[in-house]
């Protein structure tokens, strides 16, 4: 046995000697990890850096600077990225910014009953308790005005004025916030409606203009879109400190003047009385009707069919000028021979009853 281990020990001393062993040893790299080796780590490969970022590097740089506005993975259009971190249908989470106390409340959280709530009765009023109240006097357009001035003033007492980032982070979430396909489209309706108001003639004559034209009403309509979904958003005071709005843009002020409500009903009430019997009280209103509808019924103020038939539009200057002339002309004719007409049929029937 041990004869036979010094005839391998000779064979492989005669094949392996130590000096080949060696040289190839040193033809080895030396193993990054290697206990042995006492040098420090080879530095990491240099970073390739592409030409184009990656779309995960992009988006995280984006909304770094503008946090998203809406929820892009839903199921629902036009969702508020809030929503993303609720679970609530689209039937709970409509609307909740003009409360935001009642924002998270749902309708399963309720507490549930066998029976329905009963509803206690109130107690009845007494029917002279209408009668007893006060009856405001109704206000004059003058004092409406000076009350909505006076609101105005102290709604911008409370108010801060945006700085110039509000107002760049307010017009970019407007411009590039929401996306066109979240909104909804215009109505073919309306465009229908539109060109039944178009004469045929201006259609031919400026296809470009009417081109133009519809752009243009389709680019403010999804301006107000958008501006009037960022203003629901920005409502809530959580979501102005995420996307660093401090404070919104003032709007302008639109003071609306309402006609007198208590005056509503007796108007109504005398418009249809006179426009049942005013002409079949005597014969006087009858003959000035009869005038009017056989002499003077096709007068206007305003020419319809002389603006139609201009050849070309005009200026406002110029077109203001017509309409006065117009409107004059009718005057004229209405102060020299309508009064007239109605002198002569009043003077032989006013003895009548």
Known sequence: MSENCHVVQECFERNWSLKKYEEIVERLSTPTFSCSSTEKLPPLPPIVKPEVPSSLYAMVTRNATHPPLMNSFTLTKASPFKEQKYWRSPSQSIGNNFSPNAANLSMQSLAKCDGLFKIRPRKRKEKDESKSRKRFRVMSPEEQIDQMKTLEKERNTNRQKPSERDIERYTYYI?????????????????????????????????????????????????????????????????????????????????????????????????????????????????????????????????????VNLSEPLEP?????????????????????????????????????
């Open 175 to 307: 411009n590039k916030g929401i996306p066109d396909f979240m909104l909804a489209p215009l109505p073919n309706k309306l465009w229908e409606s539109l060109q039944k108001y178009l004469p045929q003639s201006l259609t031919l004559t400026w296809p470009t203009q009417l081109v133009d034209l519809q752009q243009e009403i389709h680019d403010d309509y999804v301006y107000a879109v958008k501006k009037s979904i960022v203003d629901y958003i920005l409502l809530d005071p959580e979501e102005r400190k995420r996307l660093f709005i401090e404070s919104l843009p003032i709007p302008y002020p639109n003071f609306v003047i309402r006609a007198p409500v208590p005056w509503h009903t007796t108007r109504k009430k005398a418009y249809e009385f006179c426009k049942q019997y005013l002409f079949t009280i005597g014969p006087i209103p009858l003959a000035l009707q009869k005038i009017w509808c056989t002499e003077f019924s096709h007068l206007r103020f305003i020419n319809y069919d002389e603006l």
């Open 317 to 353: 200057i110029e077109f203001e000028k017509l309409i006065i002339q117009q409107c004059q002309k009718t005057r004229e004719i209405l102060r020299k021979k309508f009064i007239k007409r109605k002198k002569n049929a009043y003077l032989p029937l006013r003895n009548l009853n």
